[in-house]
């Protein structure tokens, strides 16, 4: 299986580095840090994070908006695309195991996403030392880290809708409804509930960060605001139940084994059904 995996993760690899939207996602995010510093965005101040602290709070809100759509959108159609295109079953009559197929896709779309993020965060850090502009390697291990769990997160996601779903219509359809509810699930609605039914706000909070988005974006708040002033009252309950380490160290652990779950469902499903 190992074998099978690695030589469909490199397969898939070169065909994104041929593949416009691979270097138009990469230009993006690299573009995004080229525009933030020539604006100045470094030298502007928020609740006392300045230079390029600042630039990395304003990525991580642009990546939480940008990142998990396109990895939904991306990724949903890697299984069911080539079953739809009898490009499965071409590929599983070679010598290559369903697992080693399946975590092929999973590992090479890993890499492809998440390497052009990293490398915009990077290459800000470094452009940052070379021009003397204090640079917060903490906050850059942290911020890498939660990337890494927001990537793992829908990615795995992603790859179990793929696996499940019968058509690629089907399967967009699922992604764009299920980003929609985590983005309502944010504050819109869980706000509606709760002064509709007068809801325990602890259950409504609980609820809350079930969702991978509201964790990320619960933790990107976090390292910028201690007290997350920003949230409002919810954050006495969150930082009176669990201190700020113990939820920065969550905010990590918790979509990476929710990623990695949904992606071992979908394996299991897709080694026991006949998919092609």
Wanted: hydrophobic share 60%; charged share 10%.
């Amino acid at each position: 299986m190992k074998k099978g995996m690695i030589n469909i993760a490199i397969l898939e690899l070169r065909q994104s580095l041929r593949s416009f939207w691979f270097w138009g996602y990469s230009i993006l995010f690299g573009g995004f840090v080229a525009i933030m510093f020539a604006f100045g965005i470094t030298e502007s101040q928020i609740i006392g994070f300045v230079g390029l602290g600042r630039l990395m709070v304003t990525f991580m809100q642009v990546s939480m908006v940008i990142l998990p759509i396109y990895i939904l959108i991306s990724t949903v159609r890697a299984v069911v695309g080539d079953r739809e295109t009898n490009v499965m079953e071409y590929m599983l009559s070679l010598p290559i195991s369903f697992s080693g197929y399946y975590w092929g896709k999973f590992w090479s779309r890993l890499i492809e996403i998440f390497i052009p993020v990293f490398l915009a965060l990077l290459g800000a850090a470094l452009w940052g030392s070379f021009t003397n502009i204090g640079v917060p390697w903490d906050l850059f291990i942290f911020y890498s880290l939660l990337l890494i769990a927001m990537v793992v997160c829908f990615l795995g996601i992603a790859m179990y809708i793929s696996a499940m779903a019968h058509s690629q219509n089907l399967a967009i359809s699922a992604v764009f409804i299920l980003w929609l509810l985590l983005v309502a699930f944010l504050d819109l609605i869980l706000m509606g509930v709760m002064l509709k039914t007068r809801m325990d706000p602890q259950i409504v909070i609980f609820i809350g960060m079930v969702n991978p988005l509201q964790v990320f974006r619960t933790a990107t708040l976090a390292l910028f605001d201690p007290k997350l002033t920003v949230m409002g009252p919810a954050s006495f309950y969150i930082l009176d139940t669990v201190s700020r380490s113990i939820f920065i160290v969550f905010a990590i652990l918790y979509p990476i084994l929710l990623g990695f779950g949904f992606a071992s469902l979908g394996n299991r499903y897709f080694k026991r059904n006949d998919i092609v």
